[in-house]
């Protein structure tokens, strides 16, 4: 479990086929993530992944084929940035909102523009996601927890803080660039508790 509170960045630092799935290896330049080993959980751009390896600054992990479908990482240029959070403990502050790292699917940016000195980013998504966001509720792009400002069909907004800009990968995103979503976990448990007859 996560938070989606983004507490470092990363960059790829090599790729390998492994039968279908890909071992990627990260480098924190100038960082090293604390209490991190192997079978740790870790968040990758909001996804959930294992820990195969770790060294003070580089980890490894695998990534399936059915994450490679889903998200963005397979097509993560060497030297491409990424958001990083360890896992949630107990006693942490939950300064985001809960977030499984379980991605649903990829955002495209459609548009950006300033807001005051943030930014006004807009997503669109597939309509099998597009009906889980709500205004003023909370998404998970790139492991970045949001606060979905407006919602019109498949799109929807969100404003980016300065400081969120600035630490983390969203600051560099480019329109028609991709983004990982995870809805809000409570929309998908409603949905399915009010199907079950």
Do not use: W
Request: overall charge negative; glycine content about 12%; hydrophobic content about 45%.
């Amino acid at each position: 479990m996560f938070t989606g509170i983004v507490t470092h960045r990363g960059v790829l630092a090599a790729r390998s086929e492994r039968g279908g799935d890909l071992r990627l290896e990260f480098e924190l330049p100038g960082g090293t993530l604390p209490e991190c080993g192997a079978g740790d959980s870790i968040a990758v751009n909001g996804v959930c992944l294992t820990v195969l390896t770790a060294d003070p600054g580089r980890f490894s992990v695998d990534a399936s084929a059915e994450t490679l479908q889903l998200t963005t990482l397979g097509a993560l240029p060497l030297g491409g940035a990424v958001n990083l959070e360890l896992a949630l403990q107990a006693a942490d502050r939950l300064g985001g909102h809960l977030v499984s790292g379980h991605v649903d699917g990829m955002a495209r940016l459609v548009e950006r523009r300033a807001d005051g000195r943030a930014e006004r980013l807009e997503f669109e998504l597939p309509a099998e996601l597009a009906r889980y966001v709500a205004k003023k509720g909370s998404i998970c792009l790139d492991g970045v927890s949001l606060t979905v400002n407006s919602v019109a069909g498949e799109r929807f907004s969100v404003c980016i803080i300065p400081h969120t800009l600035a630490v983390t990968t969203l600051g560099e995103l480019q329109a028609g660039g991709q983004v990982n979503v995870e809805v809000d976990m409570i929309a998908r448990y409603l949905e399915r508790l009010l199907a079950v007859k």
